[in-house]
Antibody, heavy 121, light 110 residues
């Protein structure tokens, strides 16, 4: 059973860079059927797609966040990562990584449990 | 404001049927792109409930069903149970393959 696990600091200072990693276990990230994505959920609010990336690269970002987001993949570690620069309090959220299945209409079929990130000085 | 519009809340008594709507535009649902539904129980991550408008992943009870027509989609839950209480999110995408979610609907089982 494939599983995803987010990791990273829970507290980031305003104007600094948020960095998170998602570790894929129970399967390979190098599968042409899937994209690997990040989704966040601010407290009490809905889900917001941040972006996704293929195992060989080719990231695709939410246009509203594109100027601050970078995603990367490390196939040797079976991990993918998120960097979000110049964070503000509005970036406080639970951040989930998820797998997107291209065969089933790009649905997000497996999710990590999420990691809470607070932006505060 | 979300690209996909959902009612903020719905409620029903145990055993009843509830429907959650998801309204899009000609750029997403109306353009033929699939809608997917996720269930998020309190304190947990979202879980795929319906994919490709109407298909259930293995393990999802047939009490849950999806429907899509034009710019609208809906999720029906029959035989409502207390453990169904939580948030439900619809999701689709556009021609640029940007992913969108609805604002989420909180289901309360009375």
């Amino acid at each position: 059973q494939l599983q995803l696990q987010e990791s990273g600091p829970g507290l980031v200072k305003p104007s600094e860079t948020l960095s998170l990693t998602c570790t894929v276990s129970g399967g390979s990230i190098s599968n042409s059927r899937y994209f690997w994505g990040w989704i966040r959920q601010p407290p009490g609010k809905g889900l917001e797609w941040i972006g996704h990336i293929f195992y060989s690269g080719s990231p695709h970002y939410n246009p509203s966040l594109k100027s601050r987001v970078t995603m990367s993949v490390d196939t040797s570690k079976n991990q993918f990562s998120l960097r979000l620069t110049s964070v503000t309090a509005a970036d406080t959220a639970v951040y989930h990584c998820a797998r997107s299945d291209m065969v089933r209409g790009r649905c997000l079929d497996i999710w990590g449990q999420g990691t809470g990130v607070t932006v505060s000085s | 404001q979300s690209v996909l519009t959902q009612p903020p809340s719905v409620s029903g008594a145990p055993g009843q049927r509830v429907i959650i709507s998801c309204t899009g535009t000609s750029s997403n649902l109306g353009a033929g792109y699939d809608v997917h539904w996720y269930q998020q129980l309190p304190g947990t991550a979202p879980k795929l409930l319906i994919f490709g408008n109407k298909n259930r992943p293995s393990g999802v009870p047939d009490r849950f069903s999806g429907f899509k027509s034009g710019t609208s989609a809906s999720l029906a839950i029959t035989g409502l149970q207390a453990e169904d209480e939580g948030d439900y999110h619809c999701q689709s995408y556009d021609s640029s393959l940007n992913v969108f979610f609805g604002g989420g609907t909180k289901l309360t089982v009375l």
